[in-house]
């Protein structure tokens, strides 16, 4: 099965696509890992992808731009992959995909620069990327978004 994004040419996702910057996705299951990986490079970017916790290790010997985070990772919980990514890259963005952004605790939600329901558009996921990236190359704040993205 092949998939085909011709964002070449449509102007309207433009304004989406990275320029090779590296992303670290930590994803629970293999299949919807393997299907964001797809989207993200068919966009522009590098992924670094991981099924479990031990994905976070990668962080000690690869710099990246954006982390993409499960809140559901196997073998830990929300906090700690977001804790563990601050201790080893503190300056790099974390998304937070949740199945309740109401759920998330205050100390986590201060480590994240964006929380993203799980039930995501991968338009909308994008859309935060390309926020967080403009936000960090430009200003160098960052904005806080809690969205259901649909």
Do not use: W
Not at 10 to 21: I, P, S, T, V
Not at 130 to 145: E, K, P, V, Y
Request: net charge negative.
């Amino acid at each position: 099965m092949a998939v085909v994004f011709p964002i070449e040419n449509h102007k309207e996702f433009a304004h989406l696509r990275g320029d090779q910057q590296v992303l670290l996705c930590l994803c629970n299951c293999e299949e919807i890992l393997a299907i964001r990986k797809l989207v993200l490079e068919a966009f522009g970017y590098e992924v670094l992808a991981a099924d479990d916790i031990q994905g976070i290790n990668t962080l000690t010997e690869q710099p990246v731009d954006v982390a993409i985070l499960d809140y559901r990772a196997r073998g830990t919980n929300g906090e700690l992959i977001a804790i563990k990514t601050k201790i080893l890259q503190p300056l790099t963005p974390i998304v937070l995909l949740v199945d309740d952004p109401a759920s998330v605790p205050e100390s986590v939600a201060r480590l994240t620069s964006a929380i993203v329901k799980r039930e995501y558009s991968p338009v909308g996921l994008l859309q935060e990327i390309a926020r967080i990236l403009h936000d960090d190359s430009g200003s160098g704040s960052r904005a806080f978004s809690v969205r259901p993205v649909a």
